[in-house]
Every structure is written in structure tokens, then in C-alpha cells.
């Protein structure tokens, strides 16, 4: 079965950096759209980026576009989230998701697979 693992969240001052990390198993990941994916206490997971199969295609939510960068490692199995210049109003838990063709959406029913998510901690 399909596992995804992130890690890489943490507490942080506004205007530090985080890079969040999934490694996955149990799918042909290169074959993959690979998502980040957000959720605040009391509101609804959002989109954040995904990335094509071969990285060759991206595309990020306006809220963190220039700020946050996605790619992938599919000798390792690994997507990354480089995010820079963090705000107080990115808190939120992050998670990771595949999709199961290699074409990029940003709604989280066009992803089969999730993790299980990773704090994300802005404070100003």
C-alpha cells in the first residue's frame, strides 16, 4: 500500500525557513503528481503546490507563490517543500499527497494517497 511520510515541521520565527519532506513507498513514484496540502485549526485543507511526474511542471496557491518552492527526487522517492520567508498566517499542519497519474491538479480529491501530516508552527 502506499505510505507517505513527512517530516521537516517545526516552530519557527516569521521570516525563517522550513523544508518539509515526504518520502513515499508502495507506488511507482515517478510515474506520480506529488501535492502539498494545508489545514488551520478550523478551516479546510487547502492547496499549497504540486509538482508534476518530472518536475518539469509546477504550480503553487498565490498565497505562497515566490515565497515557497516544491521539487522532487525520484531516485529517492522524496518530494520537498522549501518554504522561505515564513508568515504567522502559514500555520497550519501540512501534509503531503500522490496522485495516482502524473498530471497536476490543485483540488484534493484529484489525490489518491495522503500522509499523515506535519506541523507547521509561524510565530510572530
Known amino acids: 500500500q502506499v505510505q507517505l511520510v513527512e517530516s521537516g515541521g517545526g516552530l519557527v520565527q516569521a521570516g525563517g525557513s522550513l523544508r518539509l519532506s515526504c518520502a513515499a513507498s508502495g507506488l511507482t513514484f515517478s510515474n506520480a503528481a506529488m501535492g502539498w496540502f494545508r489545514q488551520a485549526p478550523g478551516k479546510e485543507r487547502e492547496f499549497v503546490a504540486v509538482?508534476?511526474?518530472?518536475?518539469?511542471?509546477?504550480l503553487y496557491a498565490d498565497s505562497v507563490k515566490g515565497r515557497f518552492t516544491i521539487s522532487r527526487d525520484n531516485a529517492k522517492n522524496t518530494v520537498y517543500l522549501q518554504m522561505n520567508s515564513l508568515k504567522p498566517e502559514d500555520t497550519a499542519v501540512y501534509f503531503c499527497?500522490?496522485?495516482?497519474?502524473?498530471?497536476?491538479?490543485?483540488?484534493?480529491?484529484?489525490?489518491?494517497?495522503w500522509g499523515q501530516g506535519t506541523q507547521v508552527t509561524v510565530s510572530s
Open positions: 499527497a500522490a496522485r495516482g497519474l502524473g498530471s497536476i491538479v490543485t483540488i484534493p480529491r484529484g489525490f489518491t494517497s
Open positions: 509538482i508534476n511526474w518530472s518536475g518539469g511542471s509546477t
